[in-house]
């Protein structure tokens, strides 16, 4: 057990609606970040913050956003859905911005139809 | 940019067989290079890591040395078991960035 926790484990939802991912960080650690695995496009970074502030962007497209709460728990929140949205979602934390072992939850596996 | 190439996948061995999965990576600066696991229906999980040149991460019978001249990080195990089936992937961080730039994952399939 890693110690981050990802929430719901599976999400079945259909073209153009919205869902909201939920990530809690490991006790202590301020740097959440998220990824995306799919099969064409592997594990790709899409957004990471820092004790709730963004901190660095990839590859995210803008019907996604992502906050981080006073708590430290982080979402992603994904709208207008596709079928090319489906996909493994993890989340990872780590004590620092450039902390160089990130934790990983189990994630969250988003599939649209 | 930076990147990193794994080799294709399945891997495919014997229990007690040796196992080495290639990585080379290409970035700017220093990078730190690291091994991830990922077992069946699990998140990824820290197998090593090596933060400098020449410096070896190990970990559960694994290796891995970070090799500057060679830009590689390749994984090895001298024995593996059924239990280490699983996908592995290799990933960066360069100095000054927060993100890890991961391989596409090698899948490693050990039969009995």
């Known amino acids: 057990d890693s110690g981050v926790t990802q929430t719901p484990k599976h999400l079945i939802t259909a073209t153009g609606q919205r869902v909201t991912l939920r990530c809690s960080p490991r006790?202590?650690?301020?740097?959440v970040y998220w990824y995306q695995q799919s099969l064409d496009q592997g594990l790709q970074f899409l957004i990471q913050?820092?004790?709730?502030?963004?901190?660095a962007k990839g590859n995210i497209l803008e019907r996604f956003s992502a906050q981080q709460f006073p708590d430290l728990h982080s979402e992603l929140n994904l709208s207008s859905l596709e079928l090319g949205d489906s996909a493994l979602y993890f989340c990872?934390?780590?004590?620092?911005?450039?902390?160089?072992?990130?934790?990983f939850g189990q994630g969250t596996r988003l599939t649209v139809v | 940019g930076n990147s990193v190439t794994q080799m294709e996948g399945p891997v495919t061995l014997s229990e007690e067989a040796f196992l080495t999965i290639n990585c080379t990576y290409t970035a700017t600066g220093y990078p730190s290079l690291f091994w991830y696991v990922q077992y069946p229906g699990e998140g990824l999980q820290l197998l090593l890591k090596?933060?400098?040149?020449?410096d070896k991460g190990s970990n559960k019978g694994f290796e891995a040395t970070y090799r500057k001249e060679t830009t590689s990080f390749h994984l090895e195990k001298g024995s593996v078991q059924v239990s280490d089936s699983a996908v592995y992937f290799c990933?960066?961080?360069?100095?000054?960035?927060?993100?890890?730039?991961f391989g596409t994952g090698t899948r490693l399939l050990v039969s009995p």
């Open positions: 090596a933060t400098k040149a020449d």
């Open positions: 006790s202590g650690d301020l740097s």
């Open positions: 913050y820092y004790n709730g502030e963004e901190r």
């Open positions: 990933a960066l961080r360069s100095a000054g960035f927060q993100k890890l730039v």
């Open positions: 990872a934390s780590s004590v620092e911005p450039r902390g160089t072992e990130a934790f």
